[in-house]
């Protein structure tokens, strides 16, 4: 297992490397000029020449490339110290230092945005997950159980429905209904108690699960189906085992496989950040993040989010797979 | 079948009640009181994102809003445009009009309770203008005496700038520049507190002279800024609200349902529909109203790339857009012929400018020898021409009534959609776009600021160029210089009104449109008036909302988890 988990961790820090080099050519390729979208659009020839000595993009690609990676982690037992200082822009583990740099709009260290942001973004995927995860698996067994009933079309159809409606359409129809109408939660927003994060990331999370749950619907319903004629089911039920048993201990247990693979890399994806609930729900994350950035063509934190994203794919991958064995005997032989 | 009823009902009702009529304004409490009542705090709110609070380095028209709120100048805009001493008792410029000398008001406290003195003024100008400081406005003064030493570094002190007693400031520049006050009332080179130091620094917080202070903790980046009045401002009744809390990057459909719900007090950033349906209910309309003009809008031609390298075919690009027809696609758009904007300085209100007359583009597309007939729709211009456009809603639109337009005296164009940072890498690089639809925002009311960036040679640059038509006319150049220096207003009028009539004779733009915002507000807000310069100006405003509060949200969810800190 310890060597499997080495391999994995070696496989992993590869591809976020090769991710980030990608993005890093394509960051500088496509034409753009992040100095003078901090100068402005307007600004002066001469003023958008400082900006940019200022940002250091005066320099090659090449040299930017190579000092970008050089920092990025590195070894030191200095202390981050104040921000302006050689490591201020550092988030240090020990002597082990991550350094995305500064931001070029925010003016701040990466690291220092990316650490607020990514727990908000942890928030909402989780929230959506239990949506996705309750609702979904909910409706999957019940349509399963009553196959062929008015409570399986109806499951069958809401879940095409829930596939179908794009998310911008989705959230604002939720936010009319549920927070401009019925006044039950906030529009928009973080909040700043603990309270209010709660009743702010209901409307997200639910804009963001009823999409997942209406797919998990259909996979836990066909996979619960396909499993309750196999032998061993039926040969369970012949047995005289409770219906609930047979449900939840041979059916839906090997049901699930399926299903984790999918949570697994939806999760993955979720943390990378959900762009347009983050952005229409004013939600704090590093899916708007990632879209200020890329308007701005803001290369540090661009990069940063490619980092977290590809991470979270490749890490939530991981368990996935390790998740297999615990839920299938075979798979650990 | 029962079910199907059942939704079709659901979505019917869902449907018609986005559309529904809109909520009745919240009114003043006290319609009969006219002199301000202090209290209370403006909720304002926008799409976008703050990206400096440091009058050093702000770029954005949003950083200028908060910044007129938190700095003082030693001069600025009142609501006209017109400049007035704010910091400064008062000022003179000399005969030969090269010094400007400010005597500062005693006893201006900053947020940090320390007396304004010259000293800080001459600190924080050096502050902005310094070589380190990434600011995107220090060519603005590229006229003050020793500039270029100090941007140099061969100097320590900006050699034009000087403190001539504790309250006494003289500004000297190298040759007489008409534009210094208005570009010195910009919020750039405001005095800055102490803690900013004497250069600049990412992490310094905000503080300055003006009616409001950063509330402690008061920026929450991409979230949110609160101000608190500074009660120490030196116009002792001012500021009336005792905060602003600015919202950060909220979408225009929910910013109306928050001033629906009486949780902001303005609008600014309305959609299209919402433009109109405000604007025309009874409710409402008095309560609205369109902001001054502050931007251009206009198809710019490149006069180095074919076919516009013509000024037959540019003049007929000129003549064939049917302005009403671009006007209609945005409630508030005003046509606009000439290169000023109304209200500014070297604007004449009898010439007519640049105007719609297809006949007249056809004639000018013979000239240019490429003849059209528009019966046939033969000739004209033999390739398609890109137009490049960025991706957003109203250029995108305009673009595709262009296109529309143009084909019919003989130009074909075939559009090409681009994100905002690509859009202005391709049109400011030399040589790369033969027509795109171009904009341009004041920076300060006065034409120089239209004329100079964007059709004088000097703007001109191999990338990142302002002046995207890579115009040149030395006529037009010797013009814009002698207004740049010229003292009397009167011949600056006479000055720019002749660099009006080249730069629309010789069409290095088409020049269409202007789109100032539609702005409602609240009744209770008091004195919310326009600005010639600035959104969101708040000066001599006033709350009057009464007891109204506003109703309560979250109601389920707030009493079982209100508990939770």
Known sequence: MTRYLLRRAVWTALVVWAVLTLAFIVNNVVPSDPARMVAGAQARPRDVDRVREQLGLSQPIAVQYGRFMRRLVHFSTARRGDASGPHGACATLGWLHLDFGKSYQRRRPVVDIIGERLPRTVMLALAAMLVQVVVGVGLGMLAAAKRGSLIDHASVGASLLGVSAPTFLLGLLLQFVLAHKLRLLPLDGYGSTAAEHLACVVLPALTLGVAGAAYYTRLVRDELISVMKLDHVRTAIAKGMSPARVWFRHALRNALVPLITVLGLDLGALVGGAIVTETLFRWPGIGALSVSALLDRDGPVILATVVVTSTAIVLSNVLVDASYALLDPRVKR | ??????????????????????????????????????????????????????????????????????????????????????????????????????????????????????????????????????????????????????????????????????????????????????????????????????????????????????????????????????????????????????????????????????????????????????????????????????????????????????????????????????????????????????????????????????????????????????????????????????????????AQVIQQQLAKIGLRIELKLVSFPTYLALTQRRHSVAISNQGWNQDFPDPADFFEPLFSTSAINEESSNNTSFYSNDRLDALLARGRRAADPRERQRLYDDADRIVVDDAPWALTLSYPLYVVHQPYLRRYRDHAVYGNFIGGTWLDRGATAVAKRAGVLGSVLGGLR
């Open chain 2, 1 to 398: 079948m029962r079910s199907i009823r059942r939704l079709s009902g659901l979505t019917f009702f869902l449907l018609s009640g986005c559309n529904e009529p809109l909520s009745a304004p919240i009114p003043t409490a006290h319609p009969e009181l006219d002199a301000p009542v202090r209290g209370g705090v403006l909720h304002l709110a926008t799409t976008f994102d703050l990206k400096s609070l440091d009058p050093a380095t702000s770029a954005s028209a949003l950083d200028a809003e908060l910044l007129e709120m938190i700095y003082a100048g030693l001069v600025d805009f009142d609501a006209s445009g017109k400049i007035f001493a704010d910091l400064s008792e008062n000022y003179s410029i000399s005969g030969d009009a090269r010094t400007y000398a400010f005597r500062l008001r005693r006893g201006v406290l900053m947020h940090d309770g320390e007396e304004l003195t010259a000293s800080d003024v001459k600190r924080s100008i050096e502050r902005a203008l310094h070589p380190e400081t990434p600011s995107p406005f220090a060519s603005f003064y590229d006229r003050i005496e020793g500039f270029q030493d100090y941007t140099e570094k061969k100097s320590e002190h900006l050699a034009g700038v000087r403190s001539t007693g504790r309250y006494d400031v003289e500004i000297r520049l190298r040759e007489p520049d008409a534009t210094f006050l208005a570009a010195l009332a910009m919020p750039s080179l405001r005095p800055v507190c102490k803690s900013a130091g004497e250069r600049f620094d990412d992490a310094w917080s905000p503080c300055g002279a003006g009616p409001f202070k950063l509330a402690p903790g008061g920026w929450q980046p991409s979230r949110s800024v609160s101000l608190v009045r500074h009660e120490g401002y030196f116009r002792t009744n001012e500021p009336y609200l005792d905060g602003v809390v600015y919202t950060l990057g909220m979408n225009a459909v929910t910013q109306r349902f928050k001033l629906e719900a009486g949780e902001i007090d303005v609008f600014r950033e309305l959609t299209q529909l919402d433009t109109t349906r405000f604007s025309a209910d009874p409710k409402w309309r008095e309560f609205g109203f369109r902001e001054t003009a502050r931007n251009l809008l206009g198809e710019g031609m490149n006069v180095e790339m074919p076919p516009f390298d013509n000024v037959e075919v540019r003049r007929a690009v000129a003549a064939a857009i049917d302005r009403d027809e671009l006007r209609r696609l945005r409630g508030t758009n005003l046509v606009i012929q000439t290169r000023v904007l109304p209200g500014v300085l070297g604007r004449d209100p009898g010439f007519v400018g640049q105007r719609f007359d297809r006949a007249a583009a056809l004639e000018h597309m013979r000239l240019a020898g490429w003849p059209f007939d528009p019966a046939t729709g033969t000739g004209g211009w033999p390739t398609p021409i890109t137009y490049v456009v960025t991706q957003s809603g109203l250029s995108e639109f305009t």
